[in-house]
């Protein structure tokens, strides 16, 4: 009988896996209703005040009397070392009206750093689909450091054609 004692006292017991398998699924819930929270805006939004969710509501829109665009002349840009694909680009510079004169006198130096950035790119690099975006954004970095930071507000693209 000593024997049969000391075999069940050797053994040992198995931890239950419940604490773990509860805590799994809480933490998941955690996380989904934290997302779920601060995608629909309950937490983290930022706040309307009545003015402006009426402001919203009537269709008011900011005036806008102090924009000016300025046009970019249109280039024909070949694309690649075998030079067989061209593209076709136009744009204007949305800027503010007190800076219009400061721009349009500096476009020389915007053309050419936009024509040497294009010149520079690939028909792969145009190809992809968010490449637009990708493009305008840093052509308008370019184009703000050439006119000053605050002179050029956005690069309005009117025309970008792969022939």
């Given at each position: 009988?000593?024997e049969t004692?000391n ?5 040992p ?5 419940l ?6 699924v809480l ?9 779920y929270?601060?995608y629909s805006?309950?937490?983290l939004?930022p706040?309307v005040?009545?003015?402006a969710?009426?402001?919203?509501a009537?269709g ?6 102090d924009v000016?665009?300025?046009p970019?002349?249109?280039m ?7 030079g067989?694909?061209?593209l ?8 503010g009206t007190?800076?219009?004169s400061?721009?349009?006198?500096l ?12 010149r520079?790119l690939?028909p792969e690099?145009?190809a992809?689909g968010s ?11 370019r184009?703000?450091i050439v006119?000053?930071?605050?002179r050029?507000?956005?690069?309005l693209?009117?025309?970008f054609?792969?022939n």
């Amino acid at each position: 009988m000593a024997e049969t004692e000391n075999t069940e006292e050797d053994s040992p017991k198995k931890a239950s896996k419940l604490p773990l398998v509860l805590g799994l699924v809480l933490a998941i819930l955690g996380g989904g209703g934290g997302f779920y929270a601060v995608y629909s805006g309950l937490i983290l939004a930022p706040e309307v005040t009545e003015h402006a969710a009426q402001k919203a509501a009537s269709g008011e829109v900011k005036d806008m009397s102090d924009v000016a665009f300025v046009p970019v002349d249109p280039m024909v840009i070949s694309l690649g070392s075998g030079g067989a694909s061209h593209l076709r680009f136009q744009a204007q510079l949305e800027v503010g009206t007190a800076h219009e004169s400061e721009v349009a006198k500096l476009m020389p130096r915007v053309v050419d750093v936009l024509n040497s950035y294009l010149r520079a790119l690939e028909p792969e690099d145009i190809a992809a689909g968010s490449a637009l975006i990708r493009l305008r954004a840093q052509m308008l970095r370019r184009v703000q450091i050439v006119t000053g930071g605050d002179r050029v507000r956005d690069l309005l693209i009117m025309e970008f054609v792969l022939n």
